[in-house]
């Protein structure tokens, strides 16, 4: 796949992801979402049950599961629509504005590896680069490993 390709997948993946980067600032209750928003609704275990089709305990079993991030997905989804709701679903980039950013810096952070053992050994030998000049080559070995396979970026 060409690299002009890719870089258009990403944009379009960016695109679709930039409604959900706010919410990475958002916190799930300490009870979970389902106990959360059934309680707001005013909904009762018991009322939720019925709904789902499942006994009081399974709800009070799922609200804990997802309490501690073990819960399904499909099981989420299905408990949503019972209390009129849809469940969101999506990954973004914690540290970083898009996947592109996140590439970005993933290839910055692989540079900067292979850069300090040289620069090291050539600063041991008296042969160390102006700053300026190791910013460039910083930059210019960030762009050739953009260019290049992506999946050498997480090695």
């Known amino acids: 796949m060409t690299n002009s390709f890719k870089d258009l997948k990403i944009a379009q993946l960016d695109e679709l992801l930039a409604p959900f980067r706010p919410a990475v600032s958002i916190a799930r209750p300490a009870s979970g979402w389902i106990r959360a928003v059934r309680e707001a609704l005013g909904m009762s275990a018991d009322q939720l049950a019925k709904r789902v089709g499942l006994r009081r305990t399974t709800i009070v079993t799922l609200e804990s599961s997802e309490a501690r991030k073990a819960i399904t997905l499909e ?81």
């Open 75 to 155: 099981r989420l989804e299905r408990l949503a629509r019972a209390m009129g709701c849809r469940l969101v679903y999506g990954l973004v980039p914690e540290n970083a504005a898009s996947l592109d950013e996140l590439l970005r810096q993933q290839a910055l952070t692989q540079a900067r590896k292979q850069l300090s053992s040289v620069s090291h050994t050539m600063k041991l030998e008296a042969q160390g680069l102006p700053p300026e000049r190791e910013r460039r080559q910083l930059e210019r070995l960030t762009e050739e490993l953009l260019s290049g396979s992506r999946r050498k970026l997480w090695q």
